[in-house]
């Protein structure tokens, strides 16, 4: 497990950028021009926010394992 946290770490950033961006579009889809695209809007902030929490905890292990 700590070689795969150490050695793949890129994956928590990539995951945090990809829920952030997915985040932001579910925003963009909130104003009103695209009021027909709402429940698309929330499935992109809960995916979002689920990836952002992925990458903040993968990240979390990072540093867990690097101050072994």
């Known amino acids: 497990m700590k070689t795969l946290v150490r050695d ?3 994956i928590h950033t990539g995951l945090g950028v990809l829920g952030n961006a997915t985040f932001v579009i579910g925003s963009v889809l909130f104003l009103p021009q695209f009021e027909q695209f709402q429940r698309l809007a929330v ?3 809960i995916v979002g926010s689920a990836l952002m929490l992925v990458g903040a905890l993968g990240s979390l292990a990072v540093k867990l394992y690097d101050d072994e």
């Open 8 to 10: 793949y770490g890129w």
């Open 43 to 45: 499935w992109c902030f």
